[in-house]
């Protein structure tokens, strides 16, 4: 209580209170507990901050010193005596000393107690002084501060906060205490204890003794993650505005201060703060944004702009009409407790509480309090309390009239300036501290503006329309309004005239509205060289002269008129030239012709002639020219194309198709019949994307190298607008580059090189062309490498540029042809379970351009390694695969063999197919790896066991299938070197039917393989 409430930032400057003028950090002001309100003339210098104590009262400066006067018990006003100030004459103004802080320093905020004050310096330390019997001065003592010489200024200790904690907020209370509202957020409360209102859960008094300030002083616990914004005091509890805009209440709460629907006091006790201390319920969904402390009562500002308030309400200081004290039993909180009734549409912004009274500022800079007023402190110029009776608040409560209200405005009118501007002008009156122009239809501010300004030009209003306002002066005291007066803006000067039909003696003229409003009247004088003129008035934008003469010039003048009859200073003004063409234009211009189907610009040009179109008055004098996004359209173009034969549109929309058509004109104006539309043309300003397909017939991939030197390509794609109309492409070596039309053009996505290529790594670049002729702006590329040509019949051996060899010896092969080597991305991998192989990672796809497999002679193949291919394996024992197609295995290339020191292997073969190197380890044995799958197998599903084995060398092998029981069920004898009975990979199939063709029972069956005089047995499970 006494302290300047904090959250108000923004509040309209009270000037005829003269406490907010230059504010620095809160505009408001205090009612006091003496029950009286501070009134300093407009012209005094700002006191941005006053704070009221028991019986004193403290004003914080625009300069950031601090005067107080009144008793001066204790010291309360800080002058190092006991001698009261303001009671007596030519001890205020000049004569009263102010407060010494110490040297250098400042106040930034202030507050008064009881017989005590305090301040937040510029530096953020606080310094309290005066009264100090329960320690309220901070100190850890009970001396009083300021009663004597040599106690303040740098002799006046600084109140421990806390290590590097400073303050930005003080309040203080009449019990007495002091609360800091600290530079992190936290609040700490030092002096009288007795109801908890310190909030640490005793009674025990603080600050009165040595070691209970500073860092021994504990913050007050306000809930997991919860800070303070806001604090106040009232004479035995303190509230806070938490930073989530809810408030806590703690201390003395005998009347239901602290809004928790009892009278049970809190902070007095353990495990009563923190998480245990309930927020006051301020209604559904609603929060505070400032907070009001008064003598065993709280106020709260919420979100909305109401003020809500609760606890003792002895002299109706909760504003709701009765004596009935809120906020101590069930159900008077939250939504049940009543807001208080400010009047009609009016909101706070500011609020302040003395003892039994509160004030608050509105939203219209008005003030309005209630409460006790036995000394007139609610300033309504009587003593009755205001709020303890029904019939007393809302629009009856009257503002706090600190001067008279002005008087209204006279002379109230305006000048209309042009088509979209007023200026309204009033008499100036007394008293005010400026005008508002508003509207008289809704109320909404049209202007707001300073005092002594008798004029407002608005702006921006529509033409040839009845604008009806009143000017408001207005004061602390109120507001008066004037008179309304309605004045309309000017109608637009009509615009683009044209002559749009004739008669034998008659002429239709028309034109443009400019922006005129429906029902715009206007005036068309017409007369000849040394004639009268003649009027008419019509409210539509075309009209009929008739009663014309032949080889007679004719003047016009047209004007707009506003509602006030007034017509616009200019118009148009036009003449007929020497004489009236009667006769429309006959045949036609020529249908207008594009630059095509489609076009890749904005810009579309037509062009037309003549054609039949004739005139025998006035001739031809021009063209109208409509283009537009459908037949007889005009949204691209619509007007004069002068008296040319083209005419160029511009704005033409991507993907857009445009038609043109054309009309004639006389020299009098007068228009022929139209054209034909033109054929249309599209427009596509877009650029076709990379081509999505690029293939070679010649080079199927991009890895390994090619004999052939002319390779062809295959290009489709992308979808475009106006479609692909070809492609640019080049080859080169490098593998970045830009198309343009000067590179070879294709139609037809189909490329075949005519230069021969030289060996190397080539790229092969490609971009679209659409039907509009734009290019794709970034091209595609095909990676392939091109090696000489290789004939077999001349040139024996050929090395691959990765290191393959093939050796073809004479007669081989019967014609030329060309050798393709690839690496497969796929390639078959060894068969599972066998042992005796370990595959590498080098494999190659050999093949003859003409498709030649076969040979008469053995060609010895040559595949490179390196070290990392064959880690971990046995390098002695790599040896040459090829892979049987038709048996879906590996096979191995007997004669092959390994040059470790050179790393590579070779090995005579008589066809092409695909060759790899692996890791061969033959089993002792003749048959090895044995194996079968799947294990078991459902021959009457279609599956058929497929049974794997291994040969060291090449021998008639018999296959057997017996039952549990010895019978022999199937059998297949296979001849040395057949497949199957060669060396190497061998596989058979079962189809799980007997030798005479009925199909195996499920069960487990013994497979019985022979090789000579080896012999192994595998178990097959058929279900």
């Known amino acids: ?297 709280t106020c709260a500002l919420l979100d909305n702009g109401m003020v809500k308030c609760w606890g003792q309400n002895n002299g109706g200081q909760l504003g709701l009409g009765d004596i009935n004290h809120r906020g101590d039993g069930p159900g008077e909180m939250g939504d049940s407790l009543p807001a208080v009734s400010l009047g009609t549409g009016r909101m706070a912004i500011a609020i302040a509480s003395g003892v039994h009274d509160i004030c608050a500022v509105l939203d219209n800079s008005t003030v309005k309090c209630w409460g006790e007023n036995g000394a007139g402190q609610l300033g309504l110029g009587g003593s009755g309390a205001r709020g303890d009776g029904p019939g007393e608040m809302g629009d009856n409560l009257p503002i706090v009239a600190i001067v008279d209200p002005p008087s209204s405005p006279g002379s109230f009118g305006g000048s209309v300036l042009g088509t979209s501007s007023i200026t309204w002008t009033w008499a100036n009156v007394s008293y005010e501290d400026g005008f508002k122009v508003i509207s008289s239809s809704d109320g909404n501010m049209s202007g707001n503006l300073a005092a002594n300004n008798l004029s407002f030009t608005e702006t921006n209003l529509s033409t040839n329309t009845a604008y009806t306002r009143r000017v408001m002066a207005f004061n602390i005291g109120g507001a008066s309004s004037s008179t309304a007066a309605t004045l309309y803006t000017l109608a637009a000067p009509p615009t683009g005239f044209a002559f749009v039909e004739v008669g034998v003696s008659s002429l239709t003229v028309s034109w443009g509205a400019n922006d005129n409003s429906l029902g715009t009247s206007y005036r068309i004088d017409r007369w000849t060289a040394g004639g009268s003129t003649t009027t008419m008035t019509i409210t539509v934008t075309s009209a009929t002269l008739d009663g014309l003469f032949s080889s007679t010039t004719y003047y016009l003048t047209i004007r707009a008129v506003n509602g006030d009859g007034v017509s616009t200073p200019s118009g148009i003004t036009l003449s007929t030239m020497t004489s009236v063409d009667m006769t429309l234009p006959t045949g036609f211009a020529t249908t207008p012709t594009d630059a095509g189907i489609y076009v890749n610009s904005s810009s579309l040009t037509f062009s037309w002639t003549q054609g039949s179109a004739a005139d025998a008055e006035s001739g031809i004098a021009g063209y109208y020219l409509q283009v537009g996004s459908a037949p007889a359209g005009s949204n691209l173009f619509d007007g004069d194309a002068g008296n040319i034969l083209t005419k160029t549109a511009t704005g033409a929309v991507d993907g857009q198709t445009y038609y043109a058509r054309v009309r004639v004109k006389n020299g009098d104006g007068l228009y022929g019949s139209w054209s034909e539309n033109s054929n249309g043309i599209m427009v596509d300003l877009t650029a076709p994307g990379a081509p999505s397909v690029i293939v070679s017939t010649t080079h199927p991939d991009s890895v390994n190298g090619y004999p052939i030197v002319n390779p062809s390509f295959g290009v489709s794609g992308p979808n475009d607008l106006s479609g692909i109309a070809g492609y640019y492409w080049k080859i080169d070596s490098l593998s970045g580059a830009v198309l343009t039309s000067t590179h070879t053009f294709s139609s037809t996505g189909s490329i075949q090189t005519a230069d021969l290529l030289a060996d190397g790594t080539w790229y092969f670049h490609v971009a679209a062309k659409d039907g509009a002729g734009n290019i794709g702006t970034s091209a595609a590329y095909y990676k392939f490498i091109v090696d000489a040509e290789v004939n077999p019949l001349s040139d024996n051996v050929y090395n691959s540029t990765d290191g393959v060899k093939i050796e073809i010896p004479a007669g081989a092969v019967s014609s030329a042809t060309q050798l393709i080597i690839q690496t497969p991305s796929a390639p078959p991998a060894p068969p599972d379970g066998d042992s005796t192989v370990k595959a590498t990672p080098v494999v190659r796809d050999i093949k003859m351009a003409d498709g030649t497999k076969n040979f008469q002679k053995e060609v010895t193949i040559t595949l490179p390694y390196t070290a990392s291919d064959v880690a971990g394996m046995n390098e002695n024992s790599l040896r040459l695969f090829f892979y049987d197609e038709n048996q879906k295995y590996w096979a191995l290339v007997s004669n092959s063999t390994v040059d470790t020191a050179n790393k590579k292997v070779s090995g005579g073969v008589r066809h092409f197919t695909l060759f790899r190197i692996m890791e061969y380890t033959p089993a002792a044995s003749a048959i090895v790896g044995l194996s079968s799958y799947p294990n078991p197998f459902a021959p009457l599903k279609g599956e058929t066991a497929r049974i794997r084995y291994n040969l060291d060398q090449d021998r008639e092998t018999v296959i057997r299938i017996y039952d549990v029981m010895g019978g022999l069920v199937w059998d297949k004898t296979i001849a040395a070197g057949e497949s199957g009975g060669r060396m190497g990979p061998n596989e058979v199939s079962w189809d799980g039917k007997t030798g005479d063709g009925r199909w195996a029972a499920a069960d487990v069956y013994i497979c019985l393989i022979e090789a000579g005089w080896q012999k192994v047995k595998w178990k097959i499970g058929v279900k």
Not at 7 to 23: D, N, S, V
Not at 36 to 41: D, G, K, N, T, Y
Not at 155 to 160: E, G, R
Not at 229 to 256: E, F, P, Q, R
């Open 1 to 297: 209580m006494g302290e300047i409430v904090s959250g108000i930032e923004g509040l309209t400057p009270l000037t005829r209170m003269g406490q907010i003028r230059e504010a620095k950090n809160c505009q408001a002001w205090v009612s006091l507990p003496l029950l009286f309100i501070l009134l300093i003339p407009a012209s005094a210098s700002a006191i941005p901050i006053v704070a009221a104590g028991y019986y004193h009262t403290c004003a914080l400066l625009d300069n950031g010193t601090v005067k107080c006067w009144g008793a001066n018990l204790r010291g309360g006003l800080g002058l190092g005596d006991t001698v009261s100030r303001g009671d007596g004459p030519g001890e205020m103004g000049n004569n009263l000393p102010t407060v010494s802080l110490g040297t250098g320093r400042t106040a930034a905020a202030i507050t008064a107690g009881e017989y005590f004050s305090c301040a937040v310096l510029d530096n953020g330390t606080v310094k309290c002084w005066g009264q100090n019997s329960e320690g309220q001065l901070g100190l850890g003592d009970i001396d009083h501060r300021g009663d004597g010489p040599g106690e303040m200024g740098d002799s006046l200790p600084i109140v421990s906060l806390g290590t590097g904690r400073t303050a930005t907020a003080i309040a203080s209370g009449l019990s007495p205490h002091a609360c800091a509202l600290l530079d992190n957020n936290t609040v700490k409360c030092w002096g009288k204890n007795s109801a908890g209102q310190l909030g640490l859960g005793d009674t025990n008094s603080r600050g009165d003794g040595p070691s209970e300030m500073g860092d021994s002083l504990p913050t007050i616990s306000l809930g997991t993650g919860r800070t303070a914004t806001a604090i106040t005091a009232g004479i035995s509890h303190t509230c806070a505005l938490l930073d989530n805009g809810m408030v806590k209440c703690w201390g003395l709460n005998s009347y239901g201060g602290l809004g928790l629907e009892d009278t049970v006091s809190r902070g007095d006790g353990p495990s009563e703060m923190g998480d245990s201390l309930p927020t006051v319920s301020l209604g559904t969904g609603r929060t505070a944004t400032a907070i009001a402390a008064g003598g065993y009562h």
